[in-house]
């Protein structure tokens, strides 16, 4: 009976077919689960990417070790018993574990806190259960091989199966599983298959009754408790939190607005009041650039159109203006329909930015760029290519305007910077205003003239009060934009590490007086202060 199982080849190729598979779905489902708090940009996939292949790499090492003493394949089977409960209990313990390494790291690290923080997470959550996972085609080779002269048929045969089962573990879980029933229950669904295959071999073959017990307890535990994706896990009264194929995404309803976070640690990307119309954010100032048109009706094109805030203060104080938006997660369109309260008369074209102005002949007398998200920046929508295409699209007495999420004072590593040093290279002209009480700065640019002085000329227009006082004072706060040079192309956007650099300073300056409090009293000191 004992090697009954291990006859069938079959059987072992479907164990490299679902190792395979397993990883990259292992692989994917950590971008997920660092994303909502640390971007998806290219820094943390390379750090995910990094980690997991130095991971395998290892485990390759030692199970060709393994292979050549271990002749009782058990071994093998209690590592992918032991892999799988880990991967299974991800979801549950692995959004404790990355706040705390964070909270941690901001009381002890002082540059790159983001990198340190996601490089960590990491090698706690994902280095050991692949080390593991990197042990079985080695294994696997020995207990499949037979006869020397089949070898290299028999590891080819492997290596199709790994191949095909990564394509499927790269495919399933982004397209299907991811948005249908979230990143915790991806990583319980491809572990369970693991965790099939291990007691599949316990029950042919006898031994390892008690780990098999244990890691199916340890299962039904993270089954039960960790299935939902409530990244936010302190967060008790939000309206909604769910996963797309884009974004983590929650909606949080207040007594005075409903918000829109696609992260946990990092500001709100849409807002709606409910009694009144001016927000307190950087939608306000960017109602400057359909006064800059100069028309009663203007066209505004929203390129990263959120919930639709600026598109439905435009409707609210500019009546007869025609607005659309682009926005390429189709899942936040469906939420500011539900929560959000977007008229249906809004057009809403699911599409990325730049592509839809490639497809487009339309052109408008102002154009919105809001589709910077912290660090997740679209390097595509960055570019002088792209700011040229935008001023193709916008009429003679066309407005741009850009929300630029964070800005910081680090001069040559400032992104906000070498944002405007590129549209300005492209409008030959642009003006910069900071939203008080934030880290965002709005950029306006002419497609010919002065944006700034096309507001003061136009000012007089506005009817509602409230609204002319709040625009007079961002009128009287613009500035020119001196530009020297740092310009964005399609060849070299660096966006990702400059801004993971802007952010890294603005938390150095706000966690200056949490790090002060843990020198002087401790832990105590920390929670004192409402860390």
């Keep these: 009976m004992k090697g009954n199982i291990l006859q069938k080849k079959w059987y072992l190729y479907l164990t490299e077919f679902f190792a395979g598979m397993s990883v990259m779905a292992v692989e994917l489902g950590a971008s997920r689960l660092l994303a909502p708090y640390f ?17 395998m790499a290892l485990g390759n090492m030692a199970g ?8 009782d394949p058990a071994k093998l089977f209690r590592r992918i018993a032991v892999a799988a409960t880990w991967i299974a209990l991800i979801p549950l313990a692995g959004k404790y574990v990355i706040v705390g390494i964070t909270g941690l790291l901001v009381v002890t690290v002082s540059t790159n806190l983001l990198i340190w923080a996601a490089l960590a997470a990491c090698i706690i959550l994902f280095v050991f259960p ?4 990197g042990t079985v085609t080695p294994s696997l080779i020995r207990y499949t091989v037979s006869d020397l002269d089949e070898s290299g048929r028999v590891a080819g045969r492997l290596g199709a199966c790994n191949t095909v089962g990564s394509i499927l573990g790269t495919f399933l879980p982004t397209f299907v599983t991811i948005p249908a029933v979230g990143t915790s229950m991806t990583f319980l669904l491809f572990s369970a298959v693991l965790l099939i295959l291990a007691l599949l071999y316990f029950a042919a073959c006898g031994g390892g009754r008690i780990l098999a017990v244990v890691c199916a307890l340890l299962y039904l535990l993270s089954a039960l408790f960790g299935h939902a994706s409530n990244f936010a896990f302190w967060e008790k009264d939000l309206a909604y939190e769910g996963e797309s194929v884009y974004n983590y995404l929650q909606v949080r309803d207040g007594d005075r607005a409903t918000a829109l ?5 990092f500001g709100v990307q849409s807002l709606r009041m409910k009694n009144e119309k001016l927000t307190g954010m950087y939608y306000d100032y960017d109602l400057a650039a359909p006064v800059m048109a100069g028309r009663e009706d203007p066209s505004v094109l929203v390129l990263g159109m959120g919930t639709g805030t600026f598109a439905s203060q435009c409707r609210d104080y500019f009546p007869e203006c025609r607005v659309c938006g682009v926005e390429i997660d189709e899942k936040i369109t469906a939420l500011a329909y539900e929560y959000f309260d977007l008229s249906r008369k809004i057009p809403v074209y699911t599409y990325d930015g730049r592509a839809f102005l490639q497809a487009s002949g339309e052109r408008y007398d102002v154009i919105l760029v809001d589709a910077y998200q912290d660090l ?9 290519e792209f700011f040229a295409l935008v001023r193709d699209h916008l009429t003679d007495n066309g407005i741009l305007a850009v929300n630029m999420s964070m800005h910081g004072q680090t001069g040559e590593e400032d992104i906000a910077a070498w944002l405007s040093d590129t549209i300005r290279s492209v409008f030959g002209d642009a003006w910069v205003c900071d939203v008080s ?17 096309k507001l003061e000329e136009n000012l007089e227009t506005v009817s509602d009060g409230e609204l002319l006082e709040f625009l007079s004072s961002v009128c009287g706060a613009l500035e020119e934009w001196q530009g020297v040079g740092r310009i964005f192309t399609d060849d070299k956007a660096p966006v990702e590490l400059l801004g993971m650099k802007t952010l890294d300073g603005i938390i150095r300056e706000e966690a200056a007086a949490y790090r002060e409090s843990f020198r002087k009293e401790g832990l105590a000191g920390l929670l004192k202060n409402g860390f």
């Design 130 to 133: 692949l080390f593991l996972l």
């Design 261 to 265: 976070s696609t992260n946990v640690l």
């Design 376 to 384: 997740t920046i679209p390097f595509q929508m960055s570019t002088a």
């Design 39 to 55: 971007s998806s940009s290219q820094i943390v996939w390379t750090i995910i990417i990094g980690i997991i292949m130095i991971a």
């Design 437 to 453: 009480g934030s880290t965002n700065r709005e950029l306006f640019a002419a497609k010919n003239g002065s944006a700034a002085a």
């Design 64 to 71: 060709g070790r393994w292979a050549d003493r271990e002749k």
